[in-house]
């Protein structure tokens, strides 16, 4: 067996692990990398026509947005993925084509490729063997977001775990992964890959930070000023809206973006492993203003006090850069950025050096500025638990900034009996 690394080699983005057994080839996610100016795909898959099957473990682009690429290169095989993957891909890719037209970024790919992509794909459950050709497989919660797997597979009498992205820690929306129930259901575990989005640093503990989020937005709003928290469509905006379901702010909260759209999505969907499914029932329903008129923004925009949880979560477009085209300039009012905030996006710039780019104008911001680390991803402490839990023969480290595999690697080569890779692009591993 081969394991090959076209991508999320020592970087976060274009997620694609091939796997070659008795002269098949599988893919483990097939992702794209956002860059300044455009994309990455993943690198060197020759003969796409060729591969026998895919396997997706969450929504995110980093993890499906290369999906119409590979159909563009005549894609035959099915693409297996959960119900409530597909259902959110199909929004994701579908705004990632208008983005991208809009940007004139090129995707090398057109909207017939997306129509591919739902034809191949095939919806499996979780917790079920499935047997394709030489690969036998199985979904397990990851705990990331709504539809998220871990993907343990089993060929040539091997089993390979693929963490995808993975959380182990029980958020407002999500069960949490188990590594431990894993390894007693399904162990012993030959090959373990897993992600390292912060596999160099320790997050704080989720309730604390909740609670401070909470009383921060009450000081604003207490002061005369309007809250803007921008947020990512999957995931992050319907843990917010959780978070916020509980508390009496006596001010309109407004719900604007694809976080409309998604959390209708992840409502409808059976969504195993989703909790507080009431709570955010009540909230999209009852207790949200949701926002899509431009008029409607124009006019509630200057409001004071209020709360407005909109994308993007970057601020790199979306609605957010229109409210904070209107609030930027009154100290009285807040920004609360709710996740990592990728260098070189507005986000980044707003919590580094205090200024965005609104319609091309670099402006400082004058309103208070903070930044709450909520995450969907397990950190240091849990990737090294969650190691330890499924006691792999080889463990491979990928999914991680520079940093941060070389941290885990280094960790895992001094404390561990395990062989450890922490593989370029382009490597193969014979196992
Ligand atoms: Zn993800």
């Not at 503990?205 to 000023?225: A, C, D, Y």
């Not at 947020?231 to 379901?245: N, Y």
Request: glycine share 8%.
């Amino acid at each position: 067996m081969k394991l090959i690394f076209h991508g999320a080699a020592r970087e976060v983005g274009r997620s694609c692990i091939e796997i070659q057994t008795h002269g098949d080839r599988y893919l483990l996610d097939c992702g794209v990398k956002f860059c300044t100016h455009g994309y990455k795909y993943p690198d060197k898959v020759f003969d796409v026509p060729k591969i026998d099957g895919v396997l997706i473990s969450h929504a995110h682009l980093d993890h499906t947005g290369a999906l119409p690429f590979m159909e563009h290169y005549n894609l035959v095989c099915p693409i297996f993925l959960t119900h409530e993957t597909l259902a959110i891909t199909k929004i994701l890719l579908k705004d990632s084509y208008k983005i991208a037209h809009v940007k004139h970024l090129h995707p090398a790919w057109g909207k017939r490729d997306l129509k591919e992509v739902q034809k191949d794909a095939h919806r499996v459950s979780y917790n079920r063997w499935y047997k394709h050709r030489h690969l036998k497989f199985m979904f397990l919660n990851a705990g990331h977001i709504p539809g998220s797997a871990m993907i343990l597979c089993e060929a040539e009498g091997k089993r390979i775990l693929y963490t995808g992205d993975f959380n182990t820690r029980t958020t407002r929306l999500m069960e949490p992964a188990n590594g431990e129930q894993i390894k007693n259901e399904h162990g012993p575990i030959d090959i373990f890959i897993t992600e390292s989005t912060y596999g160099h640093r320790k997050l704080p503990p989720r309730k604390g930070l909740e609670q401070t989020f909470v009383q921060e937005i009450k000081k604003v709003l207490q002061r005369g000023g309007s809250v803007l928290v921008p947020v990512f469509a999957l995931g992050r905006s319907q843990e917010i809206l959780i978070m916020l379901a509980d508390e009496d702010f006596g001010c309109p909260i407004y719900f604007d973006g694809m976080c409309k759209e998604i959390t209708r999505k992840i409502l409808a969907n059976r969504s195993d492993y989703v909790i507080n499914k009431d709570k955010l029932h009540k909230m999209l329903f009852e207790r949200v203003e949701l926002i899509s008129s431009q008029e409607r923004r124009m006019q509630i925009a200057q409001q004071q006090p209020a709360i407005f949880v909109t994308t993007s979560g970057m601020m790199q477009g979306g609605p957010a850069v229109g409210y904070i085209k209107h609030m930027w300039h009154d100290p009285k009012n807040a920004v609360f950025l709710t996740g990592y905030q990728v260098e070189g996006t507005n986000g980044r710039h707003l919590i580094d050096e205090g200024y965005v780019h609104i319609d091309g104008w670099k402006t400082p911001v004058k309103c208070e500025v903070k930044k709450f680390d909520f995450s969907g991803h397990a950190d240091i402490e849990d990737i090294k638990k969650t190691i330890w839990q499924i006691e792999p023969e080889t463990l491979i480290i990928q999914h991680g900034d520079e940093e941060s595999v070389t941290n885990m690697l280094a960790w895992a080569k001094k404390e561990t009996p395990f062989k450890v890779y922490g593989p370029e692009l382009g490597d193969e591993i014979e196992l």
